[in-house]
């Protein structure tokens, strides 16, 4: 006998390739601010400026890699019925780690003595623009349907 019901569809979110992209995007650019950073700084500020800028570039990657990551991990329980919940609560968690690693770095590293604050700073933003300038180049040249993730009914037949 065969099974009335139909197949259940790939529901694999289309965005996956898209955040696989601007990670491995994303991965290069902060490798290639991690080194002019390091360069700038120490040139400018002697070793407290490398280690500065070295701290505030892994800060930007490891804070922009949260934020795919977690897309990505929620975007695994696509087929569960409960899809939606643990995806926001996948990434707000994200965001809300993202936070007070922030916050506990910023009240830990405020009066360290081996640091340059404004090299510190620099490289964070630096890092931050890179990550954002990847984001919007990887989505605007990605592929996408308007309408993904959509499966249509198969067309009625004359029998």
């Known amino acids: 006998m065969t099974d009335a019901r139909p197949e259940p569809a790939d529901r694999t979110p289309t965005s996956n390739p898209v955040l696989r992209r601007a990670l491995a995007w994303g991965g290069a650019l902060a490798t290639v601010v ?3 950073s390091a360069v700038l700084g120490l040139v400018f500020a002697g070793t407290e400026g490398l280690v500065s800028a070295l701290i505030g570039t892994l800060m930007a990657v490891i804070f922009m890699g949260i ?9 695994r329980y696509a087929s569960s019925d409960v899809f939606v919940g643990v995806f926001f609560a996948i990434v707000l968690g994200g965001w809300l780690l993202k936070f007070i690693v922030f916050i506990v770095l910023v009240v830990v590293l405020r009066d360290a003595s081996w640091l340059n604050p404004v090299v510190l700073f620099l490289s964070l933003v630096a890092g931050v623009i890179a990550s954002l300038v990847v984001d919007v180049l990887v989505v605007a040249k990605s592929r996408m ?3 993904s993730d959509v499966q249509l009914p198969k067309a009625p037949t004359d029998d």
Do not use: C, E
């Open 34 to 36: 991690l080194v002019v």
């Open 67 to 75: 934020t795919a990551a977690s897309i990505l991990l929620a975007n």
């Open 145 to 147: 349907p308007y309408a």
